[in-house]
């Protein structure tokens, strides 16, 4: 998932989806008629650096489509903060957009609902066929063994990103490759105003990326593989201690971090203020931003000990934005046009290219765009050692009720309270008292 996801709808939400009867599309049209929508409305994420960057992006591409096809597509871009409410409020209501971007976590919570089209064979065939895309985003677009709830749109990886000059005057010659490590480099470059590493404390879906990984590295899931909630297991906790200890404990994350929501951490970034941040694909954006490429260097992100790869070695979720169609759009041959045109391999580049992010389709990624030391980095890190989140119903839940956990821990470390084991544990358990019982 791109633009960090701040997943604000709790269980009771979730819940109403699941029992309604879920219907969608926005396109204009009167009831009955046998004539073909000319429009289509769009709900894109927020991927470049804010919203009118995104419309400059995506608007000459939509007349492009416009142009080939006579379909108007009216687009909105929404923030990440509102997309999931506004998403699960569309499904319940009908009062949705035809064509909308998600992240590639709520997939399998969104295909519960029954408000999104399914990609069987003869859907995946109306836009190239299953086989154009890579396994990895296949991987992440619902339940193993249903039709998916959407098609990849834009892949990406974590990776930790530091300022070369911030490195140099504090006299470290390489990025940290381990969780050891990065506290020690952490805390040679928090000091004089500035601070080691960046965070998004109060991002609910950042916290949920973060401890995930951490989960993984301490042989944790989240859930059992029957898809029953465990978040109290000693590899859970300490999978979310970890990851707050870096405020509270090494000190290398400054406090206010705790309130940020909104990619705070990358303007810090962009304004020396901060020397590293673990982030999705975010070279487009720090280029937003001002910075030029030589200021800053991008290295896997840290494991416990080791190189990264597979299972407990895992250094990233499997990130990226899915394209869904609601499935009762009044304009279903133009929903599935639009999403074949804007997973063909020259709007992939096009797209791709201009976030920073890798295609999920095999032949755009041969371009030499996608070829760069940055996305090596991605490619490699989505190909050997990510991992994806959970692809079960409760997914959005998770995000919800755990990384409202870590939210409030990192408001405890903020406030110079203390962050103990037990502490964290018992906020694990409250969140799992609030995910429905199986």
Partial sequence: MRRIRAAAVGAVTLSLVLAAAACGGGSSGSEGSNEQPRTLTYWATNQGANLEVDKKVLQPELDKFEKETGIEVKLEVVPWGDLLNRILTATTSGQGPDVLNIGNTWSASLQSSGALLPWDA????????????????????????????????????????????MF???????????????????????????????????????????????????????????????????????????????????????????????????????????????????????????????????????????????GAAANSMVAGINMAVFKNTKNIDGAKKFVKFMTSDEEQVILNKAYGSIPPVKTAQQDPAFNTPALAVLRETLATSAAALPQVPEESQFETVVGTAVKELFAEAAAGRPVTTESVRAKLEKAQQQMPKK
Wanted: charged share 20%; glycine share 10%; net charge negative.
């Fill in 168 to 310: 140099a005057d504090a006299g470290i010659q390489k990025p940290p490759a381990t969780w050891a490590e990065m506290a020690e480099t952490g805390k040679k470059l928090s000091k004089n105003g500035t601070w080691g590493l960046g965070a998004e404390g109060s991002n609910l879906s950042n916290n949920i990326h973060q401890v995930f990984v951490l989960g993984k590295q301490h042989n944790a899931d989240f859930f059992t593989p029957d898809g029953k909630a465990d978040f109290t297991s000693d590899g859970a906790v300490a999978a979310v201690k970890q990851y707050v200890d870096l405020m509270a404990k090494d000190k290398i994350i400054a406090p206010g971090n705790a309130e940020y929501a909104q990619n705070q951490s990358l303007s810090d970034f962009a304004k020396d203020k901060t020397a590293m941040v673990l982030w999705q694909t975010a070279s487009a954006t720090f280029k937003a931003q001002g910075m030029s490429e030589d200021e800053w260097g991008v290295a896997p992100a840290p494991v416990q000990s080791g190189r990264p790869g597979p």
């Fill in 122 to 165: 003869k859907n995946f065939e109306a836009i190239g066929g299953k086989d154009r895309f890579v396994d990895s985003a296949l991987g992440s677009t619902g339940v193993q063994g249903q039709d998916p709830a959407a098609v990849p749109l834009y892949s990406m990886a974590y990776a930790l990103y530091y300022n070369k000059k």
